[in-house]
Structure formats: structure tokens, C-alpha cells
């Protein structure tokens, strides 16, 4: 079993929608967590990082539940520019592990 | 404002050849980590370095050899390329190995070995 975990997609969803992406990390001992973004032949980008009591950026959502090891993006009002893949992340002591990534395409 | 530059960003191998990438970041930070990224796979940890001086193993490191002389510059050492090693590789630095620490990523090194 894989140490973080995401459903891979593809999700394709239209303009104005809204989606949530799902994670599941196994190591408890977990201490932080983050959604990265990372488009085509690109490096990832810091998204937001996630706190226990929730934390929204604009359209941007994140959620950590400690408790049954899940972490949640949601993202609403989509939009084009929002096409790209979402990495969540699960940070230990000097050890950092990305899920494989989940594929969002935004159709017009 | 560089953040973290790696080079080169394409490079073209024969079996058996070595060369060094290189990683340099100008924002002090004490932790830089090396992945590689393949299809399906996501980003997998090769070797991480806490601060100057000290390097460990991550998740697959063979193959593979790093140093860091300095807090700036990670360079990661392809001993002998193999056609497995076909990947595209990614420096990360943050603050610290710990704690609420984003990291930040270069721009990657596309390296194909024929």
C-alpha cells in the first residue's frame, strides 16, 4: 500500500463546477500536509497547505482529518486554468511523500 | 529572486555514461531533496540532505550519489546511466526537514538515456 494515496482520475468536470479530490495517508507520525499543483512538464507549484481546522484560499478549500488520516481539496466555480494535476503531500521528520497525483480537466 | 535552478534542463545519455545534475538554491535553506518522476509513478524520493555536510538515502537511491559541500548546491551524481534511468528529475529545498515547511521545486532536468 502506498504511503499517500489518491484517486488518479482523469475528473472532468465543466466550467463552474465544483470537485473535491480525496487523499489518504498511512504514516501517522505524519506532521504536515499540502496540496501542490503541477501542470504538464512542469514542477509542482504549493497550492495551500492544510490545517486540522480547514483553511480556504479563494475557490480553494482544504480539509485534514487526523483522526481517519484524510486530507480533501475542494474547488469550487472551476475554471479552465484550474486543468492541471493535484499533489498531496504528507510531511514527516526529514521525510516528505508525494500521492502519485489526480488529474482534473476543466471543459468549456 | 532564482529560488531553486537546476541544470541542465534536457540532457541526452549513452549506457554507461556519467555526468552530474546540478541543484542550487539561494534562499538558506537547510533541506534539499532530490525526485525523480515517471509516469504512474509520481515523485520519488532519491536522496535528501538535512544540512551541509549531511545526505541520507530516500525511497531509490541506487544508482545514484549526492554531496553537498555547501548549504546552497545539491548536485546528484549518475554513476553509470542506465536506460531505467530515463526520468525527469526535480531538486526541492525548504527551510527545514520538519514542521510546516513547503518545499520549492526547480524546474526539472529531462534526462533520456539511449
Known amino acids: 500500500r502506498k504511503e499517500v494515496e489518491q484517486d488518479p482520475g482523469p475528473f472532468n468536470v465543466p466550467e463552474g463546477a465544483t470537485v473535491a479530490f480525496n487523499c489518504t495517508y498511512s504514516?501517522?507520525?505524519?506532521?504536515?500536509f499540502f496540496w501542490y499543483r503541477q501542470d504538464c512538464r512542469k514542477e509542482p507549484k504549493l497550492l495551500m497547505s492544510?490545517?486540522?481546522s480547514g483553511n480556504e484560499d479563494g475557490r480553494f478549500t482544504a480539509q485534514l482529518n487526523r483522526a481517519s488520516q484524510y486530507i480533501s481539496l475542494l474547488i469550487r466555480d472551476s475554471k479552465l486554468s484550474d486543468s492541471a494535476t493535484y499533489l498531496c503531500?504528507?510531511?514527516?521528520?526529514?521525510?516528505?511523500?508525494f500521492g502519485t497525483g489526480t488529474k482534473l480537466q476543466v471543459i468549456p | 529572486n532564482a529560488g531553486v535552478t537546476q541544470t541542465p534542463k534536457f540532457q541526452v545519455l549513452k549506457t554507461g555514461q556519467s555526468m552530474t545534475l546540478q541543484c542550487a538554491q539561494d534562499?538558506?535553506?537547510?533541506?534539499m531533496s532530490w525526485y525523480r518522476q515517471d509516469p504512474g509513478m509520481g515523485l520519488r524520493l532519491i536522496h535528501y540532505?538535512?544540512?551541509?555536510?549531511?545526505?541520507d538515502q530516500g525511497e531509490v537511491p541506487n544508482g545514484y550519489n549526492v554531496s553537498r559541500s555547501t548549504t546552497e548546491d545539491f548536485p546528484l551524481r549518475l554513476l553509470s546511466a542506465a536506460p531505467s534511468q530515463t526520468s525527469v528529475y526535480f531538486c526541492?529545498?525548504?527551510?527545514?526537514?520538519?514542521?510546516?515547511?513547503?518545499?520549492?521545486f526547480g524546474d526539472g532536468t529531462r534526462l533520456s538515456i539511449l
Open positions: 526541492a529545498s525548504s527551510y527545514t526537514g520538519q514542521g510546516n515547511q513547503p518545499q520549492h
Open positions: 504514516n501517522s507520525a505524519s506532521q504536515s
Open positions: 492544510v490545517y486540522s
Open positions: 503531500v504528507a510531511r514527516g521528520y526529514q521525510k516528505v511523500t
Open positions: 534562499m538558506n535553506h537547510e533541506y
Open positions: 540532505s538535512v544540512g551541509a555536510g549531511i545526505t
